[in-house]
């Protein structure tokens, strides 16, 4: 199950990873594929349980009009590589205004180098 449907995701951005990697949105498998490993290597995640990581994974989805958690998979070792989310915030500004704050940029310690996070 994804956060959100992947239509959202540029088909320029695909095309633009080496092959062997895919970028989709978050889905609950990725817990296996080390999506917290890789976002350890931004700051503190702590010992999350899958319960824990599932109850969180299901409030971002029960709001996937404001949150889009996208990750780089590296398929061939089913391994999640790079992470970032976009936060949408509902503003009373700019009349009833929507702001994008772009969080958690983050591309695993072994795959830097590769330009993954230019995407």
């Not at 895919?22 to 917290?36: H, N, Q």
């Not at 971002?60 to 996208?70: Q, R, S, V």
């Not at 590589?81 to 969080?103: D, M, P, S």
Request: charged share 25%.
């Amino acid at each position: 199950m994804a956060l959100f449907d992947k239509l959202y995701i540029s088909g320029d951005v695909q095309n633009a990873l080496p092959a062997g990697f895919v970028v989709r949105p978050l889905e609950i498998g990725d817990y296996e594929k080390g999506f917290l490993e890789a976002l350890e290597m931004l700051t503190s995640v702590g010992k999350m349980s899958k319960g824990q990581f599932i109850e969180r994974f299901s409030y971002l989805k029960a709001h996937n009009h404001e949150y889009f958690t996208i990750v780089i998979e590296d398929t061939k070792k089913a391994k999640i590589v790079g992470a970032g989310t976009i936060f949408v915030e509902r503003k009373f500004v700019h009349l009833n205004g929507l702001v994008g704050h772009i969080e958690d940029i983050v591309t695993h310690k072994d795959y830097r180098g590769m330009n993954l996070g230019k995407l």
